[in-house]
């Protein structure tokens, strides 16, 4: 896969800017959180973009205080992923079940979209980083050559970075999901009793699972605030939220290339829908996550893998299925 | 007592008002085989799901080879040794049969060539080799009932704790299954909940029987098939 990725992401700038093709880095690792967390462990968690979001921040309000960029995406990644831990450990070792897991999960990401938008005011103050309410922390240090704070990454730079990030975060996942602890992570998703009566503790399993995938979210949030060179309380909003979901079902669940796919696909639909005012770009993603939903609920990266394999190699339908899972 | 491997002593739980299970003192010995029987609603579910650690008993303590277990998880008491199998077939549907076998062999291998030696073991045991690449989901109920008891062997445990086993099993498989039992047996001591009588009378040695919560009779399977309490108040219907 990564074989396929380089040559991807060095074609790519020939035919749509850097610019946008880095926020869409961005996105599909994003999406690449989720698609591990619910797609492989089966957690159903409705509040990724809360540690994207507090890795954007983690991120700015590091960077302000410290001066210099290195550190400051450490450690806004080792904060959120440190947050996830307790937040996980309470919802695992609670035994909650998935409805509440999906609740509790939002509703932690809207409580921090209305905490950080109250923070205006010299009450919210973090060092040298003002939290600044509804117009979030702008003019923070962004991405430089670690240990060169002058030497700035940016535009071209900036994607290029963002790329690696991804294509190396996949590869990472990749063996994640290869090792014991991926295998194992599916068991539980596939049956969480059954695993505990193999003798497998489900409950550390998932928080270290759930950690992982928020690290993932922060680093992508951290990357965002560089494109973005602001961070606002709308990286926790419920639209957020919910495009997560939205591209990890569009691109299929369970597989790795679905989530990306997904995000890259969808972010770029919704900024070429930007530039025009005809139609209303939340209307056309509803639309699409329906059409999806009801024509291919598998999502559109398992729906053509099955295409692939039954047009080209015609193999028994049992045999394809299994290649369909070794694949994903 | 070297050889006793399951102690419970004035094990109860109530839910709510209701006592499902009324100070039960009971004993396993290494390799024994015992039934427990009983109607419905006579507390064996309940003593079945305290030793498995899925419920927590209100009172009462439960002991297996010495260590005090009760209120343990069930991932704690499953990896000193104890095979379990609940009621409701429980395996997992989405993956193979191989990977299913797998994950309880990895959990006893760290290495994944010792894993996978194991799960190829345990499937020729089985003799599940044609369909090792199946999804559980495709299966048919008997041969699910048989991986999940491919599940339990694979970790070599001393205690076999199994909730139904013969549930909705064609005579075919009855017999298969009995077999397996009977060999897991051989190294292991095992408790079975059992409706069937007919497939507790093909397995037993010794029985319990439960009635109300509490323990109304323990001995072997001809004197309690014939004990006029017992016919009463479960067998009457049946035999």
């Known amino acids: ?328 | 007592m070297p050889d006793v491997v399951l102690e419970t002593s004035g094990l109860s739980r109530h839910f709510g008002g209701v006592v499902a299970l009324d100070n039960v003192d009971f004993l396993l010995r290494a390799r024994e085989l015992r039934c427990l029987i009983g109607p419905n609603g006579a507390g064996k579910s309940t003593f079945f799901n305290c030793l498995t650690g899925l419920i927590r008993p209100s009172e009462g303590h439960i002991f297996m080879r010495g260590d005090e277990t009760t209120g343990w998880p069930v991932h704690r008491i499953a990896s000193l040794g104890v095979g379990i199998k609940t009621q409701v077939p429980s395996v997992m549907d989405g993956l193979t049969v191989h990977e299913n076998i797998w994950l309880a062999a990895s959990r006893h291998h760290r290495h994944s060539d010792d894993a996978e030696r194991r799960t190829d073991e345990i499937i020729a045991r089985l003799s599940l080799g044609p369909m090792s690449h199946q999804f559980l989901a495709h299966l048919a109920h008997g041969e699910r009932q048989l991986v999940e008891l491919g599940l339990v062997m694979t970790g070599d445990p001393w205690l076999v704790l199994l909730d139904e086993p013969a549930a909705g099993m064609s005579p075919e498989d009855m017999v298969r299954i009995g077999e397996i039992l009977r060999e897991i047996n051989e190294t292991a001591a095992m408790i079975i909940v059992e409706h069937d009588m007919k497939f507790v009378r093909s397995i037993a040695s010794r029985i319990t029987v439960f009635h109300q919560g509490r323990v109304l009779l323990e001995d072997e399977m001809e004197r309690v098939m014939s004990d006029p309490t017992v016919r009463d108040i479960y067998l009457g219907r049946t035999a």
């Open chain 1, 1 to 328: 896969m990564t074989a396929v990725a380089v040559p991807v992401t060095l074609v790519l700038p020939q035919v749509i800017d850097s610019y946008t093709l880095t926020v869409l880095a961005i996105y599909a690792m994003l999406a690449l959180s989720l698609g591990l967390v619910w797609g492989y462990g089966g957690i159903l968690c409705f509040g990724q973009a809360a540690f994207f979001g507090l890795g954007a921040y983690g991120y700015a309000i590091g960077a302000l205080n410290v001066g210099e960029s290195t550190i400051a995406l450490i450690a806004a990644v080792a904060a959120t992923a440190a947050i996830a831990a307790v937040l996980g450990a309470m919802m695992f070792y609670g035994r909650l079940g998935d409805v509440y897991l999906a609740i509790i999960t939002l509703v932690v990401t809207l409580i921090l979209y209305r905490f950080m938008s109250s923070t205006a005011g010299d009450a919210y103050v973090l060092g040298k980083a003002r939290l600044g309410g509804f117009n979030g922390i702008p003019g923070f240090p962004t991405l430089h050559v670690p240990g060169n704070p002058s030497a700035y990454i940016w535009g071209d730079a900036l994607y290029y970075v963002c790329a690696a990030s991804l294509v190396l975060v996949l590869a990472l996942v990749t063996l994640l999901l290869r090792s014991g602890f991926g295998r194992v992570a599916v068991g539980i998703r596939e049956n969480e009793t059954r695993m505990g009566l193999l003798g497998y503790d489900v409950r550390a399993r998932k928080t270290l699972l759930f950690t992982i995938g928020a690290a993932v979210a922060a680093l992508a949030g951290a990357l965002y605030a560089n494109w973005g060179e602001i961070v606002t309380p709308r990286l926790f909003g419920l639209t957020q939220s919910a495009e997560i979901i939205i591209w990890c079902i569009v691109g299929g669940f369970g597989t790795r290339l679905g989530p990306i796919l997904g995000a890259a696909s969808m972010g770029y639909l919704k900024f070429l829908l930007g530039q025009q005012s005809l139609v209303d770009n939340t209307l056309v993603m509803g639309l699409i996550l329906i059409l999806v939903v009801l024509f291919l609920p598998r999502g559109l990266v398992p729906a053509l893998e099955g295409l692939w394999i039954a047009a080209w190699q015609r193999m028994p339908a049992r045999q394809m299925q299994r290649r369909r899972r070794n694949l994903a």
